[in-house]
């Protein structure tokens, strides 16, 4: 298999918001298996994804044994070639106001919920050897607001884990293509008010989710376009004197 949209696409988080608008987004160009706990939000996402194109799946990705059912019923419709992990919980809780348990609670979803799915989708990818896994992520770790350190750790670490799945995988498996991208702010119930419709940002999730080339593993994207990784001050040093032209960051058409 080399085209994506010849196998399907598992979307967490698709009752609402950005999960939802991704799954519609992606039911354009191939079948999609949507993730969520709400099975009333699931059917609403199915009633604007393209006909016959969604397929509502209720489950927790903070549950394991929930995320495995949850992917044997999607291998019913095909071959899994793409996954989005989206689903997150930000509860804009002040960290005197976590118990330890509420804290990790929010880390078993954010943090948890990706490696679940990252895990149950790669049995079949590792034995095709191809695939395409994008993971919605977000700065939160760098900078963190107020009464958001649960969301900000376990997105945080969610970078982390793309990376360490990247150092496992990416020399043995450049056909498993594996990123991180940042939508922006949105106006859903995790954003603000003002911020992006969720529809358009999906339009720029869907392509990257659906773009299959090795030079995007490790790469992470903001709204539409590459955030060229750090260069140190000998690097850049170096690349002047060798007259080594600067690699300009790509964007999504």
Not at 50 to 75: C, W, Y
Not at 178 to 207: E, F, H, R, Y
Not at 208 to 223: C, I, K, Q, V, Y
Request: with cysteine; net charge neutral; glycine share 10%.
């Amino acid at each position: 298999m080399n085209d994506l949209t010849k196998g399907i696409a598992i979307v967490t988080g698709a009752g609402g918001g950005l999960g939802r608008a991704l799954a519609v987004e992606l039911s354009q160009s191939m079948t999609v298996v949507g993730l969520a706990r709400d099975r009333a939000a699931l059917d609403d996402t199915g009633k604007q994804a393209q006909s016959g194109r969604f397929h509502g799946v209720e489950a927790d990705v903070s549950d394991f044994n929930s995320v495995s059912h949850a992917f044997e019923i999607a291998k019913s419709h095909g071959t899994i070639t793409v996954l989005v992990n989206n689903a997150a919980q930000y509860p804009r809780r002040d960290f005197t106001e976590e118990t330890a348990q509420s804290f990790m609670g929010v880390v078993a979803t954010n943090l948890g919920g990706i490696v679940a799915c990252t895990r149950a989708a790669l049995d079949g990818m590792l034995d095709t050897g191809f695939g395409r896994i994008l993971n919605v992520a977000t700065f939160a770790d760098i900078a963190p607001l107020p009464a958001s350190s649960a969301y900000s750790v376990s997105k945080g670490a969610a970078r982390i884990f793309t990376r360490a799945v990247i150092a496992d995988l990416g020399d043995r498996f450049p056909g498993i293509v594996v990123n991180d991208w940042m939508p922006g702010m949105l106006a859903t119930s995790m954003g603000i008010p003002d911020g992006l419709a969720p529809q358009q940002a999906a339009k720029w999730g869907a392509q990257l989710a659906l773009w299959h080339d090795p030079s995007l593993t490790g790469t992470t994207w903001e709204m539409d376009r590459e955030i060229p990784p750090p260069r140190s001050l000998k690097r850049r040093i170096a690349d002047r004197v060798l007259m080594k032209p600067r690699m300009s960051a790509r964007r999504l058409p």
